[in-house]
């Protein structure tokens, strides 16, 4: 009897264990972190004019994946309360309790120790600086100061999306110049509307967790200006970064056609404000980003082998 009850025991923590593993994952947030890293690569590849060598780029995406990832598992640890009210975050792990908020901070920690090194040792200080600057800000600018209290959440805590770029630049040329702070001013803007357009659909859940997301407090028209003057801001910038830069016809025509859409869709959105239109407006905002960070790195391969 004794044996048959060890044997259940195991299987259950069988079963936990992989749940577990699975929450400790899901608190880094992974696709938002894929997305960071779409824009790293290319911009270490400008920073090159030319590619880099594998490690140098294996290094930085490790070291920027395991910030990124303690930021995010910090700002699941703040936000768990409004995460149990919303129905889009009541799955995340330290809601169902999958993983405890001791263990979610300590993984947090140890995750930003171990990017700060990695990145300080193998690739550089700036590097290093960058990506711990970015998570400060993200968590103690955006998600303690301001995600609760201003409308302008988003806006500003979106410059803690644009420093990956940084990162990638000053991985390759231990410096930071125009060009990168540009990229990163094209993030920062694209931010906002990429943003907001989720939260049209999912506006109640934010009303209801008291957190002042644009168009749970501000009406869908509103909402719709703000986005679509956002939108003309990213396009105007993506075409200006290629004065100055090794940019050409490649990244300008992509940068040029992307644009058009994104606007397009950012006036149907004004047009029409509802939940379908906004989240055919948030998917698009991803393709444009990933095929935008695409197009600067095949410029640079195809002119630069």
């Known amino acids: 009897m004794a044996s048959i009850a060890f044997e259940r025991v195991s299987e259950s923590e069988k079963i936990k264990i992989p749940a577990k593993v699975g929450g400790y994952i899901a608190l ?8 960071l890293l779409v824009t790293t690569v290319p911009t270490m590849i400008l920073a090159k004019n030319g590619m880099p060598s594998v490690g140098l780029i294996i290094l930085t995406v490790v070291g920027g994946t395991l910030a990124a990832g303690g930021a995010n598992a910090a700002n699941m640890v703040a936000d768990r309360d409004i995460d149990a009210i919303m129905k889009r975050t009541k799955g995340r792990p330290l809601v169902t309790g999958v993983v405890s908020v001791v263990g979610a901070l300590v993984f947090s920690v140890a995750l930003e120790i171990a990017a700060f090194a990695l990145l300080a040792l193998s690739v550089n200080l700036l590097s290093a600086f960058l990506a711990l600057g970015a998570t400060l800000f993200y968590v103690f600018v955006y998600t303690l100061m301001l995600k609760r209290h201003s ?3 988003i806006v500003i805590g979106g410059a803690a999306g644009a420093v990956p770029v940084l990162v990638g630049w000053s ?15 094209v993030i920062f803007l694209w931010t906002p509307p990429h943003f907001w357009a989720l939260a049209v659909k999912y506006k109640d859940d ?31 910038l993506s075409v200006l970064l290629i004065p100055g830069s090794h940019l050409s016809w490649i ?5 040029s056609v992307l644009g058009v859409g994104f606007l397009l869709l950012a006036i149907r959105l004004l047009q029409k404000p509802t939940p379908k239109v906004a989240m055919n407006l948030f998917k698009y905002s991803i393709t444009y980003l990933t095929v935008l960070f695409g197009a600067i790195a095949l410029d640079i391969l195809v002119h630069h082998p």
């Not at 880094?28 to 997305?35: G, Y």
């Not at 991985?171 to 001013?185: E, Q, S, W």
Request: aromatic share 4%.
């Open 28 to 35: 880094t947030k992974p696709r938002i972190i894929e997305l």
């Open 151 to 153: 409308t302008q959440n």
């Open 171 to 185: 991985a390759v040329n231990d410096n930071l110049k125009l060009t990168p702070v540009l990229l990163a001013l």
């Open 206 to 236: 934010y009303a209801a967790a008291k957190v002042p997301m644009l168009p749970s407090v501000k009406s869908l028209r509103r909402t719709g200006i703000e986005i679509l003057v956002y939108t003309v801001a990213v396009v105007i």
């Open 251 to 255: 990244y300008g025509i992509s940068a």
